[in-house]
């Protein structure tokens, strides 16, 4: 017997290569009369794709300004800045271009571009005030230049509060994209190391819903076919990054990560992975739940067996706990990123403690969506295998 859910995902999405051209199609309803673009700057400026977006805004006359300050661990100082850069210049909604942290740096100035005081006043966790946001959230656009986050398909934002070391998701029914736009073509140039931290990104969130205990028989339909679709296309990917059959799987893998995200929830995992990058914002976010997912499934698969024999066949093994960690460290060392450690990126082994209590004070609530019991201790032990 199916158990009762509940599911919600108004985010219009337009899917395929060539699909960045629906910005230019009078039939297509833009959201608003004046852009503010967010994005990291380079790369989106190098290939040309913030100048194409910018002409068929033209084209279609939507005047546009530019914030490019966006970080790899998007910081609540920029989250503000930008928001008083696009109220001091007319803006009425917000395109994210780039990728996961452009998307959700979006997000959160669109919360502030209507609405008084702090970002932090919204945020719930950590030292957030949890209050409840008065005014309307502009629109929101994600224009998606990596398979790596789905955000273009879930309402959630992470940003970091760099004075505390809190890096906090944050969401509502009104942080949902009004439009995404997921075009391959704009993943050709990303290279394999980051193809790889993004594509493992997409898994864990496929991974973690289908464990999470608020699993429902929607989110598992997206979560099985999002794993499957990583476990055979992304090493092609990784490899040959001209692939536009393997991008475009990839990407919609990542995408239905995000339709997970938005009918399941992440676990724990991610708790422990903000904790890091919170104090190491130079740490990739991928690269960092890629070296604790082997020490994490392993402590968590326990609880739900048959979820991880479900998983392991997906990756082709044989159907059990032993099956999936063999399955999930072959495609780590198909893609080449078997050998990370966290001593890699500056971790002192002495603050391990301080890590396992900072995801908690933070991001505790996902250990709520655990079917395993994670103390702090076994928390730390996790750590640790990931260590070295």
Request: hydrophobic residues 40%.
């Amino acid at each position: 017997m199916l158990s009762q859910f509940s599911f919600f995902m108004p985010a219009g999405l337009h899917f395929g290569p060539g699909s960045l051209n629906v910005l230019g199609n009078q039939n297509v309803k833009l959201p608003g009369s004046k852009a503010l673009i967010v994005t990291g700057g380079s790369s989106v400026k190098r290939h040309g794709y913030l100048d194409r977006v910018q002409q068929l805004l033209r084209t279609r006359g939507v005047e546009s300004v530019v914030f490019d300050k966006v970080q790899p661990n998007p910081i609540v100082e920029h989250v503000m800045e930008a928001a008083e850069m696009a109220r001091e210049s007319g803006c009425d909604f917000v395109i994210g271009l780039g990728g996961g942290s452009s998307m959700d740096s979006a997000k959160s100035i669109a919360v502030m571009l209507n609405n008084p005081g702090h970002y932090w006043d919204y945020v719930s966790g950590g030292s957030g005030k949890g209050l409840p946001i008065p005014h309307p959230v502009a629109p929101i656009v994600c224009i998606t230049t990596t398979a790596g986050t789905g955000t273009e398909a879930d309402p959630w934002t992470v940003i970091t509060k760099s004075d505390t070391n809190e890096k906090i998701g944050f969401g509502c029914d009104q942080t949902f994209p009004k439009m995404s736009i997921v075009d391959p073509e704009l993943m050709l140039t990303v290279p394999p190391h980051l193809t790889a931290y993004q594509g493992f990104d997409a898994l864990f969130h496929a991974m973690e819903g289908y464990v999470a205990n608020c699993a429902t028989p929607m989110s598992d339909l997206f979560a099985l076919k999002s794993i499957e679709l990583i476990a055979k296309w992304l090493p092609v990917a990784v490899n040959d990054g001209s692939n536009v059959e393997a991008r475009s799987a990839v990407a919609f893998a990542n995408t239905l990560s995000g339709i997970v995200e938005t009918g399941s929830c992440c676990t724990s995992e991610h708790s422990l992975e903000h904790a890091l990058s919170a104090y190491h914002p130079e740490m990739p976010h991928g690269a960092g739940l890629i070296m604790l997912c082997e020490a994490y499934h392993a402590a968590y698969a326990p609880s739900c067996p048959e979820r991880y024999a479900d998983m392991a066949r997906l990756f082709g093994e044989e159907g059990s706990i032993e099956g999936f960690l063999t399955g999930l460290r072959k495609l780590r060392e198909a893609c080449h990123v078997a050998d990370l450690k966290l001593s890699d990126y500056g971790v002192d082994a002495a603050d391990l403690a301080k890590y396992a209590r900072n995801a908690r004070h933070t991001m505790g609530g996902l250990f709520g969506f655990d079917r395993a019991t994670l103390d702090e201790d076994a928390c730390i032990e996790i750590l640790r295998k990931s260590y070295y």
